[in-house]
């Protein structure tokens, strides 16, 4: 399987789509008209490890909420992305098994080599 959840609107996904020479086999899931499954983010969690490592911590709402300022466990990071979209790092894509999150220059590498080796 070949997946990215990704924000429509966002630049920074649409420079890293051109960047990466996103293929038309990638299936994409804009995660604002579509929003993510508890299965889809389960999924994810299973293969990055937690559902922080899945969490935006730049989202607007992080810093609207306060809520770096709370002791945010597991569950509190998986029902937040559940709860609003922009609270997933993005993009996250998902290639034959291993995912890539977020917009890192080392990410974007990986995603590159990845797709084109």
């Known amino acids: 399987m070949k997946k990215v959840y990704y924000l429509s609107t966002c630049d920074t996904c ?9 293929p038309e086999d990638v299936e994409k899931q804009d995660i604002k008209t579509n929003t993510i499954t508890t299965s889809q983010l389960e999924e994810m969690q299973s293969l990055s490890g937690s559902y922080e490592s899945l ?4 989202a607007q709402l992080y810093r ?29 894509f998902i290639l034959d ?7 890192s220059k080392k990410t974007v590498q990986a995603v590159k080599q990845h797709l084109h080796g």
């Open 14 to 22: 649409k420079r890293i789509f051109d960047e990466v020479n996103l």
């Open 55 to 58: 969490f935006s911590k730049r």
């Open 64 to 92: 609207k909420r306060d809520l770096k300022n709370q002791n945010l466990q597991e569950d509190d990071f998986k029902s937040l992305i559940l709860e609003h979209y922009t609270f997933l790092k993005r993009p996250v």
């Open 97 to 103: 098994g291993e995912i890539f999150i977020g917009n």
